[in-house]
């Protein structure tokens, strides 16, 4: 389950590759997105090898597992913006079959049950792409969530909105809500890849890598999910040398 890698680079060919040969197999993929600075070198190599490979995404549906509430989609630190940035704009996704919650939506609640929904209406997600924060979330669901969680709207815990105010001018201007996907609707995935990489996330990894699957640990549930890799680079996985696969 826990792979090892030397590099963000190495890490981000290999899921490209992995995407890339799902996408080829079922042009009608649903896949599940995340956004962050994992994601960055992954979403790079994936757009390049699509287009060098001629892939066509046009068939493919695409769901985010998040966004903050209040944030426009037009924000450069929404969400939204994110895979305009990294992704789409590189790719022909159809934009009708590329989804993420609606940060100004009036009805949040009513949004929710139909983004879990919509998954289920596309036949549930084939691969779910995962970062992991340095608190154990992942998509926004922090420590405590239960493992049964479909699309909901979190309050965002004051060590998620410190980690994400690098991209803020101050903390206050953090949004203190998000939408996430819940933990059972990203169990339901058909294949999970969770990533992390950097020194930063050295400490999680080791407590992930030993814990139990345990709700105080978001991401451990995914080590009870039957087709799960958790691919870590050398930074992150440094408490984890000489015990995981390289
Ligand atoms: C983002 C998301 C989050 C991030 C996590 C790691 O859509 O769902 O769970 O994956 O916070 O973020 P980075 O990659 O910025 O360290």
Do not use: W
């Amino acid at each position: 389950m826990f792979k090892f890698f030397a590099d963000p680079k190495t890490i981000a060919h290999y899921v490209s590759d992995l995407l890339i040969e799902q996408l080829q197999k079922k042009n009608n993929t649903v896949l599940g997105l995340a956004t962050g600075s994992t994601m960055v070198p992954v979403y790079d190599v994936l757009s390049t090898q699509i287009l060098a490979q001629q892939i066509d995404v046009s068939n493919a549906t695409t769901f985010n597992l998040d966004e903050y509430l209040g944030l426009s989609s037009e924000h450069p630190q929404s969400y939204h913006y994110f895979m305009q940035a990294h992704l789409f704009k590189q790719l022909s996704f159809a934009k009708h079959r590329t989804f993420l919650p609606d940060g100004l939506c009036e009805n949040p609640e009513l949004q929710c049950q139909q983004y879990s929904k919509a998954i289920e209406k596309a036949g549930k997600l084939d691969v779910q792409l995962l970062g992991i924060g340095n608190n154990g979330h992942i998509g926004f669901n922090e420590p405590g969530t239960s493992f049964t969680s479909r699309t909901h709207v979190v309050a965002l815990s004051e060590q998620t909105r410190l980690d994400n105010s690098r991209f803020f001018d101050t903390i206050d201007e953090v949004p203190t809500h998000a939408i996430t996907l819940g933990l059972q609707d990203i169990m339901e995935a058909r294949q999970i890849i969770l990533i992390a990489t950097g020194t930063k996330k050295a400490k999680i990894i080791a407590e992930l890598y030993e814990s139990s699957v345990d709700e105080q640990l978001p991401a451990s549930v995914v080590k009870s999910h039957p087709n799960a890799m958790i691919l870590v680079d050398r930074e992150a996985g440094e408490f984890l040398q000489g015990r995981v696969e390289e």
